[in-house]
Nanobody, 115 residues
Framework: QVQLVESGGGLVQPGGSLRLSCATS????????MGWYRQAPGKERELVAS???????TYADSVKGRFTISRDYKQNTVDLQMNSLKPEDTAAYYC?????????WGQGTQVTVSS
């Protein structure tokens, strides 16, 4: 089992920045891939960014150049730095951890981009 706890969401104006953090109950050295997903009302959950154990990163086209995913081995977290936020980034953001045959989700954190 892996427990994930997200933090860092909130209300921000367009063009602003937020940093989301996902704390894991297991060492991130032992987790093959971690990612951030988001789900807006009435829409399906979508991948925002992921990072694997080799630090290979994947980003949704809509966030490339604005968001950065990283692993913090000291803090045992996976963070998502979000810059130049747009109203369409408004969603509940979820942390995910994957190993072979396993997938775990956090409870989510709300990000609202509005003036």
């Amino acid at each position: 089992q892996v427990q994930l706890v997200e933090s860092g969401g909130g209300l921000v104006q367009p063009g602003g920045s937020l940093r989301l953090s996902c704390a894991t109950s297991r060492s991130i050295f032992s987790i093959y891939a971690m990612g951030w997903y988001r789900q807006a009302p009435g829409k399906e959950r979508e991948l925002v960014a992921s990072i694997d154990i080799g630090n290979s990163r994947t980003y949704a086209d809509s966030v490339k150049g604005r968001f950065t995913i990283s692993r913090d081995y000291k803090q045992n977290t996976v963070d998502l730095q979000m810059n130049s936020l747009k109203p369409e980034d408004t969603a509940a953001y979820y942390c995910n951890a994957k190993n072979t045959g396993e997938s775990y989700w956090g409870q989510g954190t709300q990000v609202t981009v509005s003036s």
